[in-house]
């Protein structure tokens, strides 16, 4: 069970219970405890299925018997300590229900800690140190120079985001890298068609959508004349040896391309520890191929240098080309030695499209067949598409659904909702610049993310659905409450006002923070902190509307607000971790 330091404070106790009235291992026990699908049926549970071998009876049996041991063991032990007000270890009750030990856990003695914890750790709670002196290389985004970051770029950059503030957040040191696609055959074609059809001012005026039609347009004419490609071709090899020409005006290119997808980054708040593409493994890349040569690894097949994957069930790895030039597997392997030379990873972490599986399986597979023990550690993060509901998209530059026409226009539809709901807001433009690409970040985040998206403005811009403004909104809304309250928050308040269902129930949503978050780096799953901030929006508007937060009892008053303050930081903590904006006023 994956839990928060709070949560494990009251299994332990429980378990140590269980082991003064049953005699067996804590280690036994305690994975075994579960929590009950309903909160009345208690806090904790433990289930007698594994006693009933040991005691010869039905595990209902078993589970009332022991539930009465528990109670005359709490009853014969004085508090052990202050915090526990009313009950030994802060247990309040101890039923059997049907074949299990259910444990209720004292409600105030549980406000006290999960709400003083948060109040106290602030944009620190839900961090934790499990990744302590551990590194972890985060490889994603990776567009290929000379075109448009478009929408099928924008998983791999916001799944890849997330997961490292994911582990950022579980105290791992993290190196985002975005492996730039600036080497191979295309860049041949790129030059001969800057030769043939590019302008004299390139160098001053071309942006990436000049260069684009250059890539077009040699396509189109190679289909005419396929001589093309050869020439295309032998550039490539001039640039792989360096030749000045090639090299200059591959640089070129590159500089505006990366002066364009900055500033898409900018707008997403992305940023990257390297900027490292594939042409910087270029000078290690026959190193990489002689040590694969060395191993016995490597054989020439049609002129072609392959790794042959077939006892392993998987097509040749191809190294090297016939006309001798590399691929991009190879510069994957002399990438991967380079990272653990260079950041001596604990994981390393590809959020690459499902569409690359075979690539990354034979990948690794080499990596292990080179005596790589680190091969283990390398992880392919996979995920499906983005799809347009009805293919509804509005673009400037044609088919191609481009990013940044996504995000101008996620803002636009935001700017028009806000100027209709809340004119007079003060910075509309940041408001909306937050909210409107905050929600593409989140409905691109709330799938699973092996799942694909369909992307529909109706249901990604709703204020009131499962979506990123949705809760902006109600962490908005919290923030209006304190604003009204308009007095410092104290966590100096009586926990046992916090007794209604609603205020029970939000309270154990904020204690699960720092277990999703867990669970989110064990499984690269950034939508079970997108689901759980919905959970927990959900529980603060039920207890918001069953009971009034500002009132003339001012005890009661001060302990509502103590709950809507920390309800607003874990919403504000999540949303940060998503790579989101937590805007004060909407």
Not at 390 to 417: H, N, P
Not at 472 to 490: D, N
Request: charged share 25%; net charge neutral.
């Amino acid at each position: 069970m994956l839990r928060s330091a709070i949560m494990d404070y009251f299994i332990k106790n429980i378990v140590s219970l269980l082991k003064e009235g049953t005699n067996l291992p804590e280690n036994e026990i305690e994975k075994f405890i579960e929590i009950p699908p309903d909160f009345k049926m208690g806090d904790y549970a433990f289930p007698c299925y594994t006693l009933s071998k040991i005691f010869k009876k039905s595990p209902n049996i078993i589970a009332a018997e022991l539930s009465n041991t528990l109670q005359i063991i709490i009853n014969k032990h004085p508090p052990v300590s202050p915090i526990f007000k009313e009950r030994y270890r802060g247990i309040a009750e101890i039923k059997a229900i049907g074949p299990y030990v259910n444990f209720f856990v004292d409600k105030v003695t549980f406000s006290e800690l999960v709400l003083k914890t948060i109040s106290e750790e602030r944009d620190g709670y839900g961090n934790k140190t499990l990744g302590k002196e551990k590194t972890v290389v985060v490889d994603f985004s990776s567009p290929n120079i000379a075109k448009h970051l478009a929408v099928h770029h924008l998983r791999s950059a916001l799944i890849g985001n997330a997961i490292r503030n994911i582990y950022k957040t579980l105290g791992y040191t993290c190196v985002g890298i975005n492996h730039l696609g600036d080497w191979g055959t295309q860049f041949g074609q790129l030059i001969v068609a800057y030769k043939k059809w590019g302008s004299e001012n390139a160098h001053k005026t071309y942006t990436v959508t000049d260069l684009n039609n250059l890539y077009v347009r040699f396509h189109q004419e190679a289909e005419k004349n396929p001589g093309l490609e050869d020439e295309a071709r032998a550039w490539f090899k001039k640039l792989e040896s360096g030749d000045f020409e090639a090299k200059d005006l591959w640089q070129h290119f590159k500089d505006i391309s990366l002066k364009e997808f900055q500033k898409i980054y900018d707008m997403l708040g992305i940023h990257f520890d390297a900027f490292v593409g594939e042409s910087f493994y270029n000078t290690m890349v026959e190193d990489t191929i002689t040590r694969i040569k060395e191993k016995g690894l490597a054989k020439v097949s049609e002129q072609a240098l392959i790794i042959d994957l077939e006892p392993y069930n998987m097509p040749p790895c191809l190294l090297r080309k016939k006309d001798d030039t590399t691929l991009y597997a190879t510069r994957d392997i002399a990438a991967a030695e380079y990272r653990k030379k260079t950041y001596d990873f604990d994981k390393m972490i590809y959020v690459v499209g499902s569409e690359q599986k075979l690539h990354f399986n034979q990948f690794f597979k080499v990596l292990e067949l080179m005596g790589y023990d680190w091969a283990n550690n390398c992880v392919h993060v996979d995920f499906g598409l983005m799809k347009f509901k009805d293919g509804k998209m509005s673009t400037r530059k044609g088919k191609v659904v481009l990013l940044e026409d996504l995000l101008i226009e996620a803002v636009e539809r935001i700017r028009k909702i806000i100027e209709g709901k809340n004119p007079s807001l003060e910075n509309k433009e940041t408001v909306a610049r937050d909210v409107g690409i905050g929600a593409v970040i989140f409905a691109d985040l709330c799938t699973k993310r092996n799942k694909d998206v369909v992307f529909d403005w109706d249901e990604v811009l709703n204020f009131e659905g499962e979506t990123g403004p949705y809760i902006q909104y109600t962490h908005a809304r919290l923030c209006s409450i304190l604003r009204k309250y308009g007095k410092p928050v104290t966590a100096d308040i009586q926990f046992a006002l916090l007794k209604e269902d609603e205020s029970i129930l939000l309270i154990k949503n904020l204690v699960q923070f720092p277990s999703v978050i867990i669970k989110a780096a064990e499984f690269y799953e950034p939508s079970l902190i997108c689901n759980y901030l919905i959970d927990v929006c959900g529980s603060l508007n039920r207890f918001y509307n069953a009971h009034r937060v500002l009132s003339d009892d001012e005890e009661l008053t001060t302990a509502r607000i103590l709950l809507v303050d920390v309800t607003r930081q874990v919403i504000r903590n999540g949303l940060t971790i998503l790579g989101m904006q937590a805007p004060e006023q909407m």
